[in-house]
């Protein structure tokens, strides 16, 4: 019998009056890379914590690599990888000193052939005696991924691992990633960033310890009700302001130099906007009907109060 990476069913978890995690079900799948995403607050760490041993739940079943997380802990940690959200490795050891004593606590002994693949793999090999302390932002997340793979886990979690680290480094991870997941790993991670869940087999988004909605990236835009529009006006603030209010307007959501309109009706919706930016002195210097974006449907979602658990 073939059992799923993950497998949760009604997971609850408490700080004091706050419900990190609400009555959350959950399968993730072997072989898949899976994201948790949701504002700070959403139960995204908690939730991976939980699954990783580190917290108890105080209530709900939890399965993780076919083993109960109650009765048989340690059987997953052995098989587990995690990554955190902070560095956690020893600033004042070097690269080959970090793996190697990541690799005593997993109790591998033969671990030189595995450390040097990992090293050649993501262009370590050349500063492996450098202090962690001393390396960049990228290759500190670098570093932490080897020493995650050292044991050769068959689930990692990865709790925000680009946070903080340049675009090419970002670029360079993702990289390693998509090529972890064609080893038949499993490989399941938070992030902030919409546009890297959106390279994931699955999404899960997540707001206030509950499961909105869960589904491939491709089908969680098809929810967006109605026509994303992209402007760029000479007064962006203004605008943004102004459409608030305009009532064929159903949400409006500023990103940089732009503002995303989301119009249930485009043909009577936007000659409106037109007209009364206009009236208001704004010009409008481009616009165009966009697909609808991950972040489109979660701001949507999320003030529309929308939640679906099945």
């Not at 978890?13 to 959403?42: Q, Y």
């Not at 675009?167 to 499993?186: A, E, N």
Request: proline share 4%; glycine share 6%.
């Amino acid at each position: 019998m073939t059992y799923p990476a993950i497998h949760i069913d009604n997971l609850t978890k408490s700080f004091g009056p706050v419900n990190a995690v609400d009555h959350l079900d959950l399968r993730i799948n072997r072989g898949e890379m899976f994201a948790l995403v949701g504002p700070d607050g959403a139960g995204k760490t908690t939730t991976i914590r939980i699954l990783c041993g580190i917290i108890p739940p105080d209530g709900g079943e939890v399965s993780v690599l076919g083993f109960d997380l109650r009765r048989e802990r340690q059987h997953i940690v052995n098989r587990i990888g995690y990554l955190s959200q902070r560095f956690s490795l020893y600033g004042d050891l070097s690269i080959d000193e970090n793996i190697e004593f990541f690799a005593e606590i997993h109790n591998v002994r033969d671990y030189k052939n595995r450390r040097d693949e990992l090293f050649d793999y993501m262009r370590l090999t050349p500063f492996r005696s450098r202090y962690a302390a001393q390396l960049s932002g990228g290759m500190k997340q670098k570093l932490a991924l080897a020493c995650t793979l050292i044991h050769k886990p068959e689930l990692i979690f990865l709790d925000e691992p680009t946070t903080g680290v340049d675009p090419v480094s970002r670029r360079d991870f993702w990289q390693i990633l998509s090529d972890l997941l064609k080893s038949g790993i499993t490989i399941v991670l938070t992030t902030p960033y919409l546009d890297e869940a959106e390279r994931c087999n699955r999404v899960g988004l997540m707001n206030n310890g509950t499961m909105m909605v869960v589904d491939q990236p491709k089908n969680i835009k098809k929810m967006m009700q109605g026509t994303v529009v992209e402007l760029i006006c000479d007064n962006i603030r203004a605008a943004y302001k102004i459409l608030k209010e305009v009532e064929k307007v159903k949400e409006v959501q500023a990103f940089g130099d732009r503002i995303n309109l989301i119009l249930e009706d485009y043909d009577s919706g936007f000659p409106k906007v037109e007209s009364i930016l206009k009236s208001r002195n704004i010009t409008i210097e481009s616009s165009r009907t966009v697909t609808p974006s991950l972040e489109n449907v979660f701001i949507s979602l999320m003030q529309e109060g929308k939640v679906d658990t099945t």
